[in-house]
C-alpha cells in the first residue's frame, strides 16, 4: 500500500542552527500537506504544495515538493525553542482523504 | 478555519467496558475523520464519518469494535467497544471544510488508558 516516510525521525539541533526534515512517498502525489504537533497538542496544518518543484516560505520554514511529486521537504532557518514539536507531512491517498507520514520529532536546545 | 471540540479529553477506562468520544464543530462542514495517535507515533485513519450514512473504515478497524455516528454536519461521536489496554492511546477528530483533498483542522484529542 502506499507510504509516505520522513528522516530523520528525530533531530535535536542547538538553537539557532538549520534543520530539515525530508518526506517521500512511494506513489506520486497531486499536493502535499505538512502539519506540526507541538509536544500535549494536536497537528496543525502549516501549508499545502501542489505544483512540481513549487518552493513556498513561511517566515523562516521553507517548503518545497520535489520535481517527480514524490518527495518534500521543510528547512527551519535559525531555529528557536518555539520551533520544538513534530513535524509531519501529510499526501492524499484517493479523492479525500490523507495518509500522515511518519513524521519527525523536532527538539531545540536553548 | 474550524473549531473543534472534543469530549471527554482524558479518561481512564476497564478492560471490557466501552467509551463514547464526542466532537462537536464550531461549523457545517463536508468530512470529519477519525484518527488514532499512539505515544510518539503517526496518525493512523480509523474512518471517515459520513452524514446519514455508515461510516467508511481503513484496513485493520470494524464497525464492531468502533462504531461512528454522524448525525449531522458538525457533530460525530467514535465509540471505542469491549476495550482492551491495546486501546490506550490518543484519538483524534479532524474535519474538512470542502470536498476532495483539503486542509484538515484537528481537534483537542481524547487520551484513553484502559487498565
Known amino acids: 500500500g502506499q507510504q509516505v516516510m520522513q528522516i530523520p525521525q528525530y533531530q535535536h539541533v542547538q538553537e539557532g542552527e538549520d534543520f530539515t526534515t525530508y518526506c517521500n512517498s512511494s506513489?506520486?502525489?497531486?499536493?502535499i500537506q505538512w502539519y506540526k504537533q507541538r509536544p500535549g497538542g494536536h497537528p496543525v496544518f502549516l501549508i499545502q504544495?501542489?505544483?512540481?518543484?513549487e518552493v513556498k516560505k513561511q517566515k523562516r520554514l521553507t517548503f518545497q515538493f520535489g520535481e517527480a511529486k514524490k518527495n518534500s521537504s521543510l528547512h527551519i532557518t535559525a531555529t528557536q525553542t518555539t520551533d520544538v514539536g513534530t513535524y509531519f507531512c501529510a499526501g492524499p491517498s484517493g479523492t479525500y482523504k490523507y495518509i500522515f507520514g511518519t513524521g519527525t520529532r523536532l527538539k531545540v536546545l536553548a | 478555519s474550524a473549531v473543534i471540540s472534543q469530549k471527554p479529553s482524558r479518561d481512564i477506562c476497564q478492560r471490557g467496558t466501552s467509551l463514547t468520544i464526542q466532537c462537536q464543530v464550531d461549523?457545517?462542514?463536508?468530512?470529519m475523520f477519525w484518527y488514532r495517535q499512539q505515544p510518539g507515533q503517526s496518525l493512523t485513519l480509523i474512518a471517515t464519518a459520513n452524514q446519514g450514512s455508515e461510516a467508511t473504515y481503513e484496513s485493520g478497524f470494524v464497525i464492531d469494535k468502533f462504531p461512528i455516528s454522524r448525525p449531522n454536519l458538525t457533530f460525530s461521536t467514535l465509540t471505542v467497544s469491549n476495550m482492551s489496554p491495546e486501546d490506550s492511546s490518543i484519538y483524534l477528530c479532524?474535519?474538512?471544510?470542502?470536498?476532495?483533498?483539503?486542509?484538515?483542522?484537528f481537534g483537542p484529542g481524547t487520551r484513553l488508558t484502559v487498565l
Open positions: 479532524s474535519v474538512a471544510k470542502g470536498v476532495g483533498t483539503d486542509t484538515q483542522y
Open positions: 504544495l501542489v505544483k512540481s518543484g
Open positions: 506513489t506520486t502525489l497531486s499536493n
Open positions: 461549523s457545517q462542514v463536508t468530512m
